[in-house]
């Protein structure tokens, strides 16, 4: 599918928008007043074909209804919206056709059919041409392993096995925009792995733009190199991974374990902040290589093991509200 977007040639582009949900809350047992609450506001962005971008924010920030708005399940309640040059809420069958969208915590398979005949309604369903279901097919159960798992029911599958199905599934279609929310959540380390080995060959190889939630900071390292932080439904940055955190003034933590116990680790570019018995830990900031920090480390100590300790996603986030 070519490319399609907006007057300012953007693949996505939200400028102020707004969205307000009516809520009734009880006073008494028979009266009640409207709240209203605000999801999303003043919001503003754009994102270019091809972007791989992280759209992040503590519960509650207006993530879900954002990515809602997008794909045309709820409208605005004011600001202006394109994605792939439409109105989501007013082309949302035409958008369906540009879209992929996946959504860790449940699927959109049928529980009951085999794997195959869920991608066979699917491509009834976009109407897509028999050649190209089947080269897409073909493509993508090769690249995600799911060959053997092929005429398994759904409610058979593994949550892996499962998301991959999921991934399948969305990109039968040939979609130029991927929506993921929470794609690696409880999936093993070997499975988030090749995860987002795929998705970075898929953005490689067909240009296809990703826009993904996740709290997981390695989702977002591994795929994304722009990052949106979305709080009380409006950003709070926008910009590359490494500047976030430089503004969140964040730390990775270096786990040592020595031979020996042994007093507090003194090395350059790192503070030595807990030691309990052989294992100490040592905090640098996110942004400064490990390798020179290791180096020195393993220079003056006799080291059994080391690991590094990613800062969690929510902790950046947290840093940049404090400031
Ligand atoms: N249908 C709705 N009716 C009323 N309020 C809603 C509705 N949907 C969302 N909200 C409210 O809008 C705000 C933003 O919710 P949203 O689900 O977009 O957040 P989120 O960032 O996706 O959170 P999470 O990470 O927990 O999924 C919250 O205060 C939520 O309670």
Not at 4 to 17: E, K, N, P
Not at 140 to 166: A, C, F, H, K, N
């Amino acid at each position: 599918m070519t490319s399609t977007s907006s007057a300012d040639g953007s693949l996505i582009q939200v400028r102020d928008l707004h969205r307000t949900f009516t809520v009734r809350r009880k006073t008494s047992r028979f009266r009640g007043v409207r709240d209203e609450v605000v999801a999303v506001h003043d919001l503003t962005f754009s994102v270019e074909v091809g972007e791989m971008v992280g759209y992040i924010g503590p519960n509650g920030a207006g993530k879900s209804t954002t990515i809602k708005m997008l794909t045309g399940i709820l409208v605005p309640t004011d600001g202006s919206l394109s994605v792939a040059g439409l109105d989501p809420s007013r082309q949302r069958t035409e958008l369906a056709r540009h879209l992929g969208v996946v959504f860790g915590q449940r699927t959109t398979l049928w529980w009951d059919l085999p794997l195959r005949d869920s991608f066979a309604v699917l491509q009834k369903i976009y109407r897509t041409s028999p050649e190209r279901h089947r080269a897409n097919l073909a493509e993508y159960v090769e690249l995600l392993d799911l060959g053997d798992l092929l005429d398994t029911p759904v409610r058979q599958l593994s949550l892996g096995q499962r998301m991959r199905g999921d991934i399948v599934a969305a990109l039968l279609h040939d979609p130029e925009i991927l929506f993921l929310d929470e794609p690696t959540i409880g999936l093993d380390v070997i499975s988030k792995g090749r995860l987002r080995e795929f998705l970075r060959t898929l953005n490689a190889e067909r240009r296809t733009t990703l826009m993904l939630t996740t709290h997981d900071l390695q989702d977002i390292e591994a795929l994304c190199d722009r990052v949106i932080v979305i709080d009380h439904g409006t950003a709070v940055f926008d910009g590359p991974l490494a500047d976030l955190h430089t503004q969140g003034g964040s730390t990775r933590t270096l786990v040592v374990d020595l031979v020996d116990e042994a007093p507090a680790i003194s090395v350059p570019g790192a503070v030595t902040r807990r030691v309990e018995g052989p294992r100490q830990w040592l905090s640098f900031p996110a942004d400064a290589s490990a390798a020179p920090i290791v180096a020195a480390v393993a220079a003056a100590y006799d080291v059994a093991d080391l690991s590094i300790q990613e800062p969690d996603i929510e902790d950046v986030i947290r840093e940049i509200y404090q400031r």
